[in-house]
């Protein structure tokens, strides 16, 4: 279980800034959400692909899911397991998760392809993703899953090295 130290008013605001930074037309409440889910899940994600990268003995590929879910006006976002429907490539049977729109199918024919690929081979590698680098603790490569799929470097990782550093495994 992730825990946060307790953190001065000094250490918040800073936080808050890095997020804020990073995301300058979010509303206060999604940066609290999306503080929440990376504080709670996020974390934790990021150090297991850390710990399976330094143990060598396999690729790590590491994905961010933020494509959103429009139901509910989009405030839902891009919710823990909204990925699972387009890996399974499920969206028409889930769309009380993915709605109705068009855009969900080229996503999910991107998602399933690359699980499936990796399931055979271990890449996750397909002509459909941009090319989708292994993860390592110096450049964390992450493929970002969206209706543009893209390779970012350690996504946000400025206020992912700040959260890091306020918390500690209880």
């Known amino acids: 279980m ?3 130290r307790k953190a001065s008013d000094a250490q918040v605001d800073q936080l808050i800034a890095a997020y804020r930074g990073g995301r300058p037309k979010d509303s206060n409440t999604d940066l609290f959400l999306i503080m929440s889910s990376d504080g709670g899940f996020r974390v934790g994600v990021q150090t297991e692909a850390d710990r ?3 143990q060598a003995k396999a690729a790590v590929y590491q994905y961010y ?3 959103r879910s429009p139901v509910r006006e989009g405030k839902l976002r891009s919710y823990h397991t909204l990925e699972i429907p387009f890996v399974f490539h499920n969206v ?3 769309q009380s998760m993915t709605g109705k729109g068009q ?3 080229a996503l999910a024919d991107r998602m ?4 499936v690929a990796f399931a055979r081979s271990g890449d996750p590698n ?3 993703l941009p090319k989708w680098a292994a993860f390592d603790t110096n450049t964390r490569a992450t493929m970002v899953f969206n209706n543009e799929c893209k390779l970012v470097n350690d996504p946000h990782g400025a206020e992912q090295k700040l959260l890091r550093s306020l918390q500690s495994i209880a």
């Open 103 to 105: 855009d969900r199918y």
């Open 2 to 4: 992730w825990m946060v």
């Open 65 to 67: 899911f933020t494509w």
């Open 52 to 54: 399976k990268a330094q």
């Open 112 to 115: 399933a392809k690359a699980w």
């Open 92 to 94: 028409d049977n889930c």
């Open 126 to 128: 397909h002509p459909g």
